[in-house]
């Protein structure tokens, strides 16, 4: 189920995520990014700048959201932005939302193919991004548009 938080943002294509979220641009933050070398800092930057922004610190549970957000961007980029055609740029989404005590991460990519939960562990060298993401949240899923598109999310609480 779609937390309402992320609405109808799936379906709309191309995503306008203000428009789609219903809300107010002081609880929303949106970015791009390409499976890009500068993409990983790209990200890191948008979500640690919107959470300094809204006045989130460590404290309240930044590095979790800055993990997910991470791990969330990562999935895209290794298995939706980085199979498209060579010498095609496609492009994915980073949402934030700030509500009711939490901080919901929503990644959206040109892909219809649905994320993979396995097994892992914090040992494992690789495949561990969803194991961080079912830790670090205390909901995720996922959605596909009929245009063609998926929206993976999480739900971060931030703590007082």
């Not at 498209?84 to 492009?91: I, L, S």
């Amino acid at each position: 189920m779609i937390p309402l938080e992320i609405g109808n943002l799936a379906v709309s294509h191309p995503p306008d995520w203000g428009l789609a979220l219903g809300i107010s641009t002081a609880g929303f933050a949106a970015s791009t990014f390409t499976d890009t070398f500068a993409a990983r800092s790209q990200v890191r930057e948008f979500t640690h700048e919107t959470l300094a922004e809204w006045d989130v610190n460590r404290r309240q549970g930044a590095d979790e959201i800055l993990a997910v957000a991470w791990e969330l961007a990562a999935n895209a980029i290794q298995h939706a932005l980085r199979t498209t055609a060579p010498h095609t740029r496609t492009k994915a989404w980073l949402g934030l939302v700030r509500k009711d005590g939490a901080i919901v991460c929503a990644v959206t990519d040109p892909s219809t193919s649905l994320p993979q939960h396995r097994p892992s562990s914090l040992l494992d060298e690789t495949g561990r991004g969803l194991f961080l993401v079912t830790r670090l949240s205390t909901a995720w899923g996922w959605s596909v548009s009929h245009a063609g598109t998926k929206t993976v999310w999480a739900r971060v609480p931030t703590r007082p």
